[in-house]
Nanobody, 121 residues
Framework: QVQLVESGGGLVQAGGSLRLSCAASGSIFSIGVMGWYRQAPEKQRELVAIITGGGTTNYGDSVKGRCTISRDNAKNTVYLQMNSLRPEDTAVYYC???????????????WGQGTQVTVSS
């Protein structure tokens, strides 16, 4: 079994910062792309940022210049540093990882349970 456990969400004032973490554990042979997505009430889930195993990153337009994604491959952990937060950043943030459970096995997409980020004005 594979688990993704997120932490670091909370309530912050506009202009503030938060750092989210997501640790993958369980039956893991290899981890490919890891990323963060978010979903606000009555809105579709959207990309925040993704990072490949080699460190290539891509960001959603709404967070470019304000967020930095990074990962520690030794710890199977991905981070999201969010700065200059705005009320419109309020959402549940979900971690995602593409994981191979065994050598030459298929890749599966796993999701964390989500962590709430609330930005007050």
């Amino acid at each position: 079994q594979v688990q993704l456990v997120e932490s670091g969400g909370g309530l912050v004032q506009a202009g503030g910062s938060l750092r989210l973490s997501c640790a993958a554990s369980g039956s893991i042979f290899s981890i490919g792309v890891m990323g963060w997505y978010r979903q606000a009430p009555e809105k579709q889930r959207e990309l925040v940022a993704i990072i490949t195993g080699g460190g290539t990153t891509n960001y959603g337009d709404s967070v470019k210049g304000r967020c930095t994604i990074s990962r520690d491959n030794a710890k199977n952990t991905v981070y999201l540093q969010m700065n200059s937060l705005r009320p419109e950043d309020t959402a549940v943030y979900y971690c995602n990882a593409h994981i191979q459970k065994r050598e030459y096995g298929p890749w599966y997409s796993f999701w964390g349970q989500g962590t709430q980020v609330t930005v007050s004005s």
